[in-house]
Structure formats: C-alpha cells, structure tokens
C-alpha cells in the first residue's frame, strides 16, 4: 500500500522556496511505511469509509444530502409512519444528532415530525412530497455516479461480495 | 439484512409497564426495514466500522489505546524521526485533532515531540521506552483479540480479499 492521497496533497508544491526554511525543509517529504498498519482492519475500514463519503457528497453537490440524511429519507420512505426513535436507532445516530439532522431536512422541506395519534409523546416521520421527489433524483444521482463507480473500481462481483462481508461484519462482529 | 443491535438495545424490555404510556407503545417496537440502505456501500461501511471500533476499544481496555492512537504509535515505529505533519497527513488525521492526540500520548509517556536540528519550527516524532513496551502489548492484543475474531467470523482467504478491497477503495476511489 502506498501512502494516502491526504498525504500527497499535503506535501508543499516542488520550487516554491520562496515561503522560507520551513517549506523548504518539507518540499519532498519521502513516502512513509504504512507497515503492519496497511493490515489492519479498522485502519482500511475508516481510510475507506472516509473516501466513499467524501465522494458521495461531491455525487450529492447539487442536493445537498449528506450520507446520513440520504439513509434517514430512504428509511422513512420504506417505514412510513414509525416514529424518530426507531429511524434513529436503527441508524445508529444519537438523539441529539439526530434532532439537529431532522431539524436540517424540515427546514428544508423534506420530512416532516407528525404527532402520533397513539402516543403524543412520540412523533412519526414522514417525506413531504418535495422530500419524494428529491430522495428520487438523489437515488439516480448515487445510482450512476457513486454506486457505478464502484462497480468500475471492483467489479459486480466483486462489489457484492464486498458488501455481504462489510454487511456480516456490522450485523456479527 | 436485519435491524441492527443498537436497535435492539435501545428497545424497552418487556413487561415493565409501569413507566406509562410511552413505553408501552414502544414495547414491541416490529423490525424496521432496510431496503436499498443495506445494499449502500457507504451505509454499510459505516455500520461495520463503527463495529470494528467499538471491538477495538473492548479489546484495548486494559491499554486505553484508541484505533487512532494505535495507529499513530504504529507508523512512528515504522517511521522513527519524521515530523508530525507527516505523521498527521498520511493518516489523514487534522492538524487540532492530531495535536490533542499526541497531547494525550505526551501526558502517558507513550511518545515524545523533539524539535528538529534541520528545522527548529517542526517536531519529530519518537516512541519513548514506555511507548514501545506499551505498543507490543498493544499489538498482541489486537491480534489475538481482535483481528482473529475477524479470522473467525470472515476466514483467512475473505478477509484478506476484504482488506485489499478496502485498500483499493482508499487508494483509488
């Protein structure tokens, strides 16, 4: 394995001495041995989620979805009516986090808190129909443009083999 | 792909009622579900990871070591004398969180910063006597701990496959 890209866009531009010693001392920084590291499961595994998430967004620019804003529409799409508790911990977000990211998405007119008639202390979720149509063009956009480029980088294959371990790993480890 | 644990834990326990109303309705909360998001390569990185970084930290205990802090003490042993913007950049780790990290490594006697004869606004990084004693204990733990549960659960032939393809997604996603 060779050193990250992080690294490499770190390193100061080759010939621009000019900014003094310190520059100059870190102009051609030589690649570090990433050694036993390169090995290790939960380096890889966050070095990896790390790179999907930054492309996701850049897929997701014209949206403005994060990752974790992208999971909670496509699960109250599919769940309809449960209340946030249950979207946010099946998500795994902490409550606070999540107020602050629904918060976001109502601002926005994406998702609305509904009082459940059942319990008033509890609020259901729903997709407003702006919400629906935004989750629908962001489902294309990670479709053709992340989804696919993983396909490319992996292969089919591959890339369902991929997420059954990742899948395996979550639901077991 | 069922619901994930934190799900589960986060359910109420049956038969205590006497907390009201709330949690009555919430008592048999039905398994909520995934569609798409379990096919999503950045959802269910994040899941394992998070996985794999919870194990970690149980299996450090005894070491209060963090997956980043056990990184940094890995590639300065790998690395002895380089500076710490290197260090931070190859492990992608940001300039304030890395100085409160080595902080944290400084304060146990686990690391030093010396400043460099070559440039004396930039420090090198060294593992002190305690640091290496404490990285050796370290990595037997992760291995015998750790990365053998992941043996266990993927098998040797998978998880090697898993690591390069996380690797490449790193690399050249």
Do not use: W
């Amino acid at each position: 394995m060779t050193v990250s890209k992080t690294a490499e866009k770190s390193s100061e531009k080759p010939g621009d001495a000019a900014k003094g010693r310190k520059d100059a001392a870190e102009a051609q920084p030589e690649v570090l041995q990433l050694g036993e590291l390169s090995e290790q499961l939960g380096y890889v595994l966050k070095r990896a989620q790390l790179k999907v998430f930054e492309n996701f967004l850049r897929c997701m620019a014209s949206l403005q979805l994060t990752p974790a804003q992208f999971s909670v529409l496509l699960l109250v799409e599919k769940n309809p009516g449960r209340n946030q508790t249950e979207i946010a911990s099946t998500l795994g977000i902490l409550r606070p986090n999540f107020v602050a990211l629904l918060d976001n998405l109502e601002s926005r007119d994406l998702c609305a808190r509904i009082r459940s008639t059942n319990n008033r202390r509890s609020h259901i979720l729903v997709l407003t129909d702006k919400g629906k149509a935004v989750l629908t063009r962001a489902k294309k956009l990670v479709a053709t443009k992340h989804e696919a480029r993983l396909n490319d980088l992996l292969g089919q294959a591959n890339r369902e083999a991929l997420i059954e371990m990742l899948s395996k790993i979550a639901n077991e480890f």
